[in-house]
């Protein structure tokens, strides 16, 4: 160890002073100079090269803990402090990666704006009467995953659902599609949520009319009862448009 600590700081002092302070040989030091080097000190260097080759593939964002992972992986038998050892003295140190937010993909047109005919009142006499829309994220190992539900007022069941790795317009009308395939396509029915990114969205003539749907939106700055609303992040609201079939273009979200 004193040799070793002599070896690297060569340059910063005198050999003869560091062998003087430490107490050992000065001829001792360059016996061990000369040596060829253990098979531990070369087992750490062909170790030192493969941690430094996962750190930088993973964008130097692993730690100890998944680069002994990745060493194992290959076949390799060394130990996790080992392994947090020589990532110390290659002054390998993780970097922590944000999770970047979902960001709004469109721009909303405001004449489009459907108005808003539940006028927060969340109250429903039977089911099919009134259903409201949201919309959220969750982060997973592989990336964000969207989900959008549709819920029935009257029974505070989700009627209908839909997942995507990808946050667009469509995700949202298929929760409906769901929900109006399920209950047969209600006769006379308010189907109401924010006018969010992907729940401000267009209707589109290329699919059924669903029967006597009609939808309302309102801006995300309105104070309105969440608890009855929300029906999965108490966040964001996807949003129905007036009274014409499914979805056409994706927009963008207000956010205040």
């Given at each position: 160890m004193k040799y070793g600590f002599i070896a690297r700081h060569r340059s910063v002092w005198p050999t003869r002073t560091m062998c003087r302070v430490l107490a050992v040989s000065h001829s001792g030091f360059y016996e061990w100079m000369d040596r060829a080097p253990s098979q531990r000190s070369q087992d750490d260097a062909r170790l030192t090269r493969l941690i430094r080759e996962s750190f930088e593939l993973s964008d130097r964002t692993y730690g100890s803990p998944r680069v002994w992972h990745d060493l194992r992986a290959l076949?390799?038998?060394?130990?996790?402090?080992?392994?947090?050892?020589?990532?110390?003295?290659?002054?390998?140190?993780?970097?922590?990666?944000?999770?970047?937010?979902?960001?709004?993909?469109?721009?909303?047109?405001?004449?489009?704006?459907?108005?808003?005919?539940?006028?927060?009142?969340?109250?429903?006499?039977?089911?099919n009467q009134k259903w409201v829309a949201d919309f959220t994220y969750i982060w997973t190992a592989e990336g964000w995953l969207y989900a959008a539900a549709v819920m029935d007022l009257y029974s505070r069941r989700i009627v209908g659902w839909s997942m995507s790795d990808t946050m667009q317009a469509k995700m949202v009308s298929d929760a409906l599609l769901m929900a109006l395939w399920r209950r047969g396509k209600p006769s006379s029915l308010m189907h109401h949520s924010d006018q969010g990114s992907q729940g401000g969205f267009n209707w589109s003539s290329q699919h059924l009319q669903p029967g006597g749907v009609y939808g309302a939106?309102?801006?995300?700055?309105?104070?309105?009862?969440?608890?009855?609303?929300?029906?999965?992040?108490?966040?964001?609201f996807a949003s129905a448009r007036s009274r014409a079939p499914v979805l056409g273009t994706d927009c963008n979200r207000d956010h205040q």
């Open positions: 076949g390799e038998t060394c130990g996790m402090n080992r392994v947090i050892r020589l990532m110390h003295l290659a002054k390998l140190q993780a970097r922590h990666k944000r999770r970047r937010l979902p960001g709004d993909t469109g721009s909303r047109l405001e004449n489009h704006i459907a108005p808003n005919h539940l006028q927060r009142d969340f109250e429903a006499s039977g089911p939106t309102r801006r995300m700055d309105e104070a309105i009862d969440r608890e009855r609303r929300d029906a999965l992040s108490g966040g964001s």
